[in-house]
């Protein structure tokens, strides 16, 4: 497969960002505010397939110690064909000098572990009021 990657924000079409991401209950956020976080993430990756966004991540740092990748997300129609792992080996290779955190969904643990994460004994988060309830369902904490 011959895809493209991008690793800025220009010229992306952040409908196809927030309908994949909203396709795996990554965001309920409006294009609006999806477009603010990427723009808004030291690092970015896009990959687009004639011209269309099969994939995408994000990712927070301060480039010297600390990292965190958030909205990984692969179209299902593309799920199986390495996009998904270029994507996390492109963030990996590129933070190397980091302690990475990723904030994944419960079914997609042991997928991470695959590629090298290790579940951490001693996260602890603050969730907003308006989402700890549907988290809770989702089995998040």
Same mark, same amino acid.
């Given at each position: 497969m011959d895809f493209q990657v991008k690793r800025d924000t220009q010229d992306i079409n952040w409908a196809e960002v927030? $309908? *994949? *991401?909203k396709g795996f209950g990554l965001t309920n956020h409006t294009v609006l505010e999806t477009k603010f976080a990427f723009e808004h993430s030291q690092e970015v990756v896009f990959i687009l397939l004639d011209n269309r966004l099969i994939g995408c991540g994000r990712a927070l740092t301060d480039y010297i110690a600390q990292a965190a990748i958030y909205n990984i997300a692969v179209d299902k129609d593309y799920q199986g064909q390495g996009i998904g792992k270029f994507i996390i080996k492109t963030f990996v290779d590129y933070l190397s000098k980091c302690n990475i955190t990723l904030y994944t969904h419960p079914d997609t643990v042991s997928w991470?572990? $695959?590629l090298g994460f290790e579940s951490m004994k001693t996260?602890?988060?603050i969730y907003h009021e308006s989402h700890i309830e549907e988290l809770r369902k989702m089995n998040f904490v």
């Open positions: 927030n $309908q *994949l *991401l991470y572990k $695959q996260g602890m988060a």
